[in-house]
């Protein structure tokens, strides 16, 4: 167990539609990282913040946005979503150590596996 | 753009048997290595290599960092059945891009009894 916390663990929804994914970092861990695995993309960073405010971005796409709140979780709002979004979605905290500038090590969540039809 | 290829795709051996897998990397500001496990779910943790830090050892893993070659191994001696999982081979990004993670495409192994 990391000590990384994901709600939900299973989301089934249709075309078009909007849902939300929460993630709770380790405990003092300032930085959150989201990343999308797929079969055919594998792990693919999305997003970071850092202390509330984003520190880096990914391939993510429009349609995709995350933030995170003064308790330091973090959401993941995905919106209009297709078929092709359907993969695990990972949620990574770190220490965040130099403004979360530095190379840390990330430890990982179990995931939320999205299922869109 | 960072990119991380890990050989073989995938591989079978048998209980007992020592195992080599392959991580390549091109980055424009290497930093660090990453190798993880991933069974069920998340990934876990295995190792972090750098330029002060390019061999790693614990229990029957052991993954050394080859800069000039720009590559990285991780051996598993006298493998088990609880060794069969994926292992991801990740570089850090640049200073200026955060702390982000480019994986590969992993290495996914079986252990056979």
């Known amino acids: 167990d990391s000590g990384v916390t994901q709600t939900p663990k299973h989301l089934i929804t249709a075309t078009g539609q909007r849902v939300t994914l929460r993630c709770s970092p380790r405990?003092?861990?300032?930085?959150v990282y989201w990343y999308q695995q797929s079969l055919d993309q594998g792990l693919q960073f999305l997003i970071q913040?850092?202390?509330?405010?984003?520190?880096a971005k990914g391939n993510i796409l429009e349609r995709f946005s995350a933030q995170q709140f003064p308790d330091l979780h973090s959401e993941l709002n995905l919106s209009s979503l297709e078929l092709g979004d359907s993969a695990l979605y990972f949620c990574?905290?770190?220490?965040?150590?130099?403004?979360?500038?530095?190379?840390?090590?990330?430890?990982f969540g179990p995931g939320t596996r999205l299922l869109v039809l | 753009e960072d990119k991380v290829v890990q050989s073989p795709l995938s591989l079978v051996v048998h209980e007992g048997d020592t195992v080599t897998l392959n991580c390549s990397y091109e980055?424009?500001?290497?930093?660090?290595l990453l190798w993880y496990k991933q069974e069920k779910k998340a990934p876990t943790f295995l190792f972090m290599l750098?330029?002060?830090?390019i061999e790693k050892k614990s229990g029957r893993l052991s993954s050394i960092l080859d800069k000039k070659e720009l590559s990285s191994i991780l051996n598993i001696t006298a493998t088990q059945t609880g060794d069969s999982a994926i292992y991801l081979c990740?570089?850090?990004?640049?200073?200026?891009?955060?702390?982000?993670?480019?994986f590969g495409g992993g290495t996914r192994l079986m252990v056979k009894p």
């Open positions: 990574a905290s770190s220490v965040g150590g130099l403004a979360g500038r530095v190379q840390e090590t990330q430890y």
């Open positions: 405990s003092g861990d300032l930085s």
């Open positions: 913040y850092y202390n509330g405010e984003e520190r």
């Open positions: 980055v424009t500001n290497f930093r660090s």
């Open positions: 750098t330029s002060s830090g």
């Open positions: 990740a570089v850090g990004g640049p200073k200026d891009a955060g702390n982000m993670l480019t």
